[in-house]
């Protein structure tokens, strides 16, 4: 069953702590992104990586940080630097060959529900 | 000049209506406009998607109308079902790019 797997689906941390959200894909994706949602303000981009051992900021960075060690992983940690980070955080997947428009496809995992206690 | 605007932010129909939801977009670069569809609790799903090169395109009872000129997609759902309750987001891309910038989404709510 080829997909994207987060964990946990819930995650509830107490302020001043660092948590890391993972994120796994068998997709054979070279390309995986981490996004932040909050109600009413859509998707905003956190981080994306398009090979292994290299990322890029994304809109909101700040607060964040992420390491891409293998192809397949892709976790997120969330700061104690990061305000207010009780939100809905969602990891996603491309691949980066293929004929036009599939390479554009980002498949997206379940979700990590992070709350701020 | 990444913005894309999506409206309206929510929308309620009855069973058998056609809701619509509108998007806009200034990058004159971007090349690759889909729609994504996520229930609560859930990852979005890749609904449909249109290239600039046709003015229109269906799936089964979805169906992206694209203006090049006014830089403007919409989605409209066919004979909607409680099913399609979801919060839809639209989306654009670069042809080769390697980010999406995402509409604000809109909440739908179909009522039997």
């Known amino acids: 069953d080829g997909g994207i797997t987060q964990s946990p689906k819930y995650l509830f941390r107490k302020e001043g702590q660092n948590v890391t959200l993972s994120c796994e894909q068998n997709?054979?994706?070279?390309?995986m992104y981490w996004y932040r949602q909050d109600p009413g303000q859509g998707l905003r981009l956190i981080y994306y990586s398009q090979i292994v051992n290299d990322f890029q900021k994304g809109d909101i960075a700040e607060g964040y940080s992420v390491s891409r060690e293998k192809k397949e992983s892709f976790p997120l940690t969330v700061t104690s630097a990061q305000k207010n980070p009780t939100a809905f955080y969602l990891c996603a997947s491309r691949r980066t060959s293929g004929t036009l428009g599939s390479y554009n496809e980002q498949f997206f995992g379940p979700g990590t529900r992070l709350t701020v206690l | 000049q990444q913005q894309v605007k999506q409206s309206p932010q929510s929308l309620i129909v009855q069973k058998g209506g056609i809701p619509i939801i509108n998007c806009a977009y200034e990058n004159t670069a971007f090349d690759y406009f889909p729609w994504y569809q996520q229930f609560p609790g859930k990852g979005p799903a890749l609904l449909i998607a249109?290239?600039?090169?046709?003015s229109e395109k269906k799936e089964g009872r979805f169906t992206i109308s694209f203006n090049k000129s006014a830089k403007q997609f919409s989605l409209h759902i066919m004979d909607s079902q409680p099913g399609d309750s979801a919060t839809y987001f639209c989306?654009?891309?670069?042809?080769?790019?390697?980010?999406?910038?995402f509409g604000a989404g809109t909440i739908l709510r179909v009522k039997s």
């Open positions: 989306a654009a891309s670069t042809r080769y790019g390697n980010k999406l910038v």
């Open positions: 997709l054979n994706h070279d390309a």
């Open positions: 249109i290239r600039p090169d046709v």
